[in-house]
């Protein structure tokens, strides 16, 4: 893979164009999860952590959330996963 400090992508020559993106510190509230993660799931998972900041009191910004997942797709036990809502 292919970086250039200054430019806000990667150029991957097997996959094609990696886009990243860069932020600035920030404080999130995140939910850690097991399994293949479909779009579905990841709502589930941010759902579960919406409704758990709510009844704790803690303001979040509702209006989105980020995802991740960090292991390769032959992985089959052991994933990890998360979905994130910034602290307000």
């Known amino acids: ?4 400090p200054e430019v806000s992508y990667c150029k991957n020559k097997k996959q ?5 993106t860069k932020l ?3 404080s999130t509230s995140t939910r850690s999860f097991s ?6 799931k990841y709502a589930e998972e941010a759902e579960v952590l919406a ?4 009844n704790r009191g803690q303001p979040f910004h509702e209006d ?16 990890h996963n998360e979905v994130w809502y ?3």
């Open 1 to 4: 893979m292919l970086c250039k």
């Open 16 to 20: 094609g164009l990696e886009l990243l």
């Open 24 to 26: 600035p510190p920030l």
């Open 35 to 40: 399994g293949f993660a479909s779009p579905e």
């Open 51 to 54: 409704r758990t900041l709510r």
């Open 64 to 79: 989105f959330f980020y995802t991740a997942g960090y292991d390769s797709p032959f992985k089959l036990f052991n994933r």
């Open 86 to 88: 910034f602290k307000k």
